[in-house]
Structures are given as structure tokens and as C-alpha cells.
């Protein structure tokens, strides 16, 4: 079946500018996480929704936003962009209790300049 | 709230084995094992549910003591295909936030 497709693979954006990151989850999995992840920070949760709610939240700030829709796509927007949200952007998703782990997507490459 | 894993780094011959700790400060309800080789995304290896639990395939086994909010990534006779950095991830109940340790890089040489 049908991995977890993130979309676009890599972005350059310029400070101050916003993002919109995409994830496709599993066929049938209604739970999808963000993580950021760079080289110093690992991998840190930013939001998990489920049936189109948003269940927990990191702490990040306000300019971090999600949503999912019926179909458990997912988006994920940063708006006003900053150096240091340059980094990696994974999500993954998983049915309903995790019990099978959690898949992965080959995640979003940001940059910004 | 983020786990803490020991050691940061281990660099292995083939055929040797490695112990990767995963240690919590809140209560682990479950806890997963993941390895991400380098440019890729994390894979799943594993999941524990309970306390005293242990599991394995192949040569990576781990285990869960949940008195001590611990859990353990053994790996035998490493190969080099092992290489790779290893997460554990605890929570949750479900619906509890779900967080990633701080990750251990393995290195196995020939």
C-alpha cells in the first residue's frame, strides 16, 4: 500500500514569507503528527490531529498551524518565516492507537534565506 | 519531557553489540524504537506496551522496566546495515502527546 507522501520535497523561502507543507497519510489512518526535526533539536513535536481535530500541540509558537481534512490529508503552514525554521519537516501517521508505530514520510526540506 | 538517551554516539566493528538506553522523567504508558538512516525518514522497529516486556527480531531486542521509566535497544553481533541514529519514543496513553528521545548515533565499521 501507498506510503505517507509529504509534498513539496524541498523549499527555499525568504524571511518573512509563509508555507504550506502537505502530507498524504496511510490509507485508513486517521492520526497525523508533525515533528521538526534539525541537527542540534532532534525530533520535536509540533501538533498531532485526528478526525480533523487537533489533539495535542507542541510548544511552538502561534506562527506554526495545522489542519487536517476529512480525508486525513494533512497541512501544516508557517507563516512569517524565520532563519531558524530552517529544517526538516516529517510527518507521520498511524491508526488509531499506534500500536503498528508510527510511518513516516520522507518530510519537507525547508530553507529560509 | 523529552527522553533522554545514552550514549549520544557509538561507533561498533561488525559483529559486535551495542545497549542503547532510553530513560524518561514522566510515566511511559509504551514505548517505541525507531531507526532513521542518514537522508531518510525514521523507520519503526518496535513497540513495548507494558512493563517487563520484551521483544526482538533478528538481533535488535529491548525491553521495558516501567518502574524505572526505562527501556533498552539491544543490538547482537552488529552488521552494517545497523548504522543509523536510533530513537525511542514514549507515550501514550492514546491521545497523549507522543515524544521522541533525544537519539543515539550508531556507526558500525567493518
Known amino acids: 500500500k501507498a506510503g505517507v507522501t509529504q509534498t513539496p520535497r524541498y523549499l527555499i523561502k525568504t524571511r518573512g514569507q509563509q508555507v504550506t507543507l502537505s502530507c498524504s497519510p496511510i490509507?485508513?489512518?486517521?492520526?497525523v503528527s508533525w515533528y521538526q526535526q534539525t541537527p542540534g533539536q532532534g525530533l520535536q513535536f509540533l501538533f498531532e490531529?485526528?478526525?480533523?481535530?487537533?489533539?495535542n500541540k507542541g510548544n511552538f509558537p502561534g506562527r506554526f498551524s495545522g489542519r487536517q481534512f476529512s480525508n486525513s490529508r494533512s497541512e501544516m503552514n508557517v507563516s512569517t518565516l524565520e532563519l531558524g525554521d530552517s529544517a526538516l519537516y516529517l510527518c507521520?501517521?498511524?491508526?488509531?492507537?499506534?500500536?503498528?508505530?508510527?510511518?513516516f514520510g520522507s518530510g519537507t526540506r525547508l530553507t529560509v534565506v | 519531557q523529552q527522553p533522554v538517551q545514552s550514549p549520544q554516539a557509538v561507533i561498533l566493528r561488525e559483529g559486535e553489540d551495542a545497549v542503547i538506553n532510553c530513560s524518561s522523567s514522566?510515566?511511559?504508558?509504551?514505548v517505541h524504537w525507531y531507526r532513521q538512516k542518514h537522508g531518510e525518514a525514521p523507520v519503526f522497529l518496535m513497540i513495548?506496551?507494558?512493563?517487563?516486556e520484551q521483544k526482538g527480531h533478528d538481533k535488535i531486542s529491548a525491553s521495558f522496566n516501567e518502574k524505572k521509566q526505562q527501556s533498552s535497544l539491544y543490538l547482537t553481533a552488529s552488521q552494517l546495515s545497523y548504522s543509523g541514529t536510533y530513537f525511542c519514543?514514549?507515550?501514550?496513553?492514546?491521545?497523549?502527546?507522543?515524544?521522541f528521545g533525544t537519539g543515539t548515533s550508531l556507526t558500525v565499521i567493518p
Open positions: 507521520a501517521s498511524s491508526g488509531i492507537d499506534s500500536l503498528y508505530g508510527y510511518t
Open positions: 490509507s485508513g489512518h486517521r492520526s
Open positions: 490531529y485526528f478526525s480533523e481535530t487537533q489533539r
Open positions: 514522566k510515566a511511559l504508558y509504551s
Open positions: 513495548l506496551l507494558k512493563g517487563g
Open positions: 519514543g514514549t507515550g501514550p496513553n492514546t491521545g497523549n502527546q507522543f515524544y
